[in-house]
């Protein structure tokens, strides 16, 4: 067999027509090292390769081929074609594809499925984007509550081939309530005359269809589930949410605060993938805020130029004190947007935070005070003019230990507050932190200045 990392090869197999090393290469490899090998090939030599397995393989490979490889392969073949990968595909696989298609296209193919599967679709495209509903799926095993374990395994063999998982298995009753669950394990080892309601946890662990993707992750995270039950408002099943798609929630989450947190835009596209101009956009739109809001520190320094004319060496020492709050303030960002994330830090947690903060910054603050105070002595008597050296000593001492504290604060509260209107805390960045903390350091700066030195 080829060396199934080697693109040039494989294209040679499909231009030779290689039937029988292409079906080989096909069956043997995983479908994600599949549709890694093909990623680059062009859309006719993609199909011309899938045409070598069978539909159910297809489906699976297909599920693996990044977002715009999907889309691009759907609009160079045929609808019909496409239509039989749909009723294949995992739920969430295939809906994750349809969002990105044009409406027109959506509605198309939507007649080549069947009745069921269409259900299916337009009741998960009609779930709001984010939600735990927009990344669960509706291929779970259940069964009654008075069937005896020996027809619950009879039920869930039947279930098996069409099922995502069945390794978490849910109790229903005639109208679909959530009453319970089990584990496969459960089932097998219980006495086969035994009834599910017997058997089963009543504890269930659910989460609602319109809540976060991300508390529904954090949710499965907790507990470690296989899977986690999406219910409705009346505690109806609607579907679940796996530990693959957990690792994908997570994945996507953390590269959007990431992204934020750096003053990027989110991008959900390969970084090589994306047009220059597109990557200069979203880039640009940042750098320009962040630009007009740092020409603050200008009109902030103007307004106190005489200080700075009868103290020249004030200047000396204005990077040293607005770094400190930047750097201040952007750790505690990155600490508390981080335990959001994570669940670690709520909302309701703002005044244990304040609390934490405002003793850690006052910590932080003298330590980085006495570190100032010993560097300004130390500074030669030529760059200090006519400023008394330990006075200018304590008065930079002093504006550090205060700008760090001010920063540690707006670092900190700033994601939470944030988070309690709604907006993600990833757009409290380290870049957004430090600027703020950049301007109103000036002030800090300059105004003890002007009490202990003018």
Request: net charge negative; glycine share 4%; proline share 4%.
């Amino acid at each position: 067999m080829i060396n199934p990392l080697v693109l040039p090869e494989l294209r040679e197999l499909l231009h030779d027509e290689d039937s029988a090393t292409l079906s080989e290469i096909l069956a043997d490899l995983l479908p994600a090292s599949i549709a890694e090998l093909s990623e680059g090939l062009s859309v006719e030599e993609t199909w011309q390769l899938l045409d070598h397995t069978s539909i159910e393989r297809q489906a699976e490979i297909f599920s693996f081929y990044s977002i715009p490889k999907q889309v691009e392969m759907v609009q160079g073949v045929g609808i019909e074609r496409m239509s039989k990968l749909l009723e294949i595909m995992a739920p969430d696989d295939r809906v994750d594809l349809l969002k990105q298609l044009d409406p027109e296209v959506v509605e198309d193919l939507m007649p080549l499925v069947t009745k069921a599967e269409r259900q299916d679709i337009r009741m998960l495209l009609s779930c709001p984007e984010g939600s735990a509903g927009s990344v669960m799926t509706t291929e779970y095993a259940t069964v009654p509550p008075d069937a005896t374990v020996e027809h619950a395994i009879a039920l869930v063999r039947q279930q098996a081939p069409s099922r995502e998982t069945i390794y978490s298995i849910y109790v229903l009753d005639d109208k679909r309530h959530l009453i319970g669950f089990l584990s496969l394990r459960d089932l097998i080892l219980a006495k086969s005359t035994a009834h599910v309601r017997d058997i089963m946890r009543q504890d269930v662990v659910s989460v609602r269809v319109d809540v976060d993707r991300e508390v529904a992750a954090q949710e499965l995270a907790q507990y470690d589930f296989l899977a986690i039950p999406v219910v409705d408002d009346q505690n109806r099943l609607v579907g679940i949410i796996t530990s693959d798609d957990v690792i994908d929630v997570m994945q996507q989450e953390a590269t959007e605060d990431a992204l934020l947190m750096g003053g990027v835009s989110a991008m959900e596209e390969n970084y090589l993938d994306v047009s220059f101009f597109t990557v200069w956009r979203r880039r640009a739109v940042w750098l320009s805020a962040l630009f007009l809001a740092e020409l603050f520190t200008f009109t902030a320094m103007s307004s106190f130029s005489k200080a700075i004319e009868a103290i020249v060496a004030l200047s000396f020492f204005v990077p040293l004190c607005i770094s400190t709050g930047g750097n201040s303030g952007s750790q505690a960002a990155t600490l508390i947007t981080r335990a959001l994330a994570l669940g670690h830090v709520t909302i309701r947690d703002f005044w244990r935070v304040l609390r934490h903060e405002l003793l850690m910054g006052l910590a932080l603050g003298v330590t980085l005070a006495c570190i100032a105070f010993v560097r300004v002595t130390l500074t030669p008597h030529s760059m200090l003019g006519n400023a008394n050296r330990f006075m200018l000593s304590f008065v930079i001492a002093q504006t550090v230990a205060i700008i760090c504290l001010w920063g540690t604060l707006v670092g900190s509260l700033l994601p939470i507050g944030f988070k309690r209107i709604g907006i993600d805390p990833g757009y409290a960045s380290s870049p957004f932190v430090a600027t703020f903390v950049d301007v109103t350091g000036i002030v800090i700066y300059f105004s003890i200045a002007k009490v202990f030195l003018l």
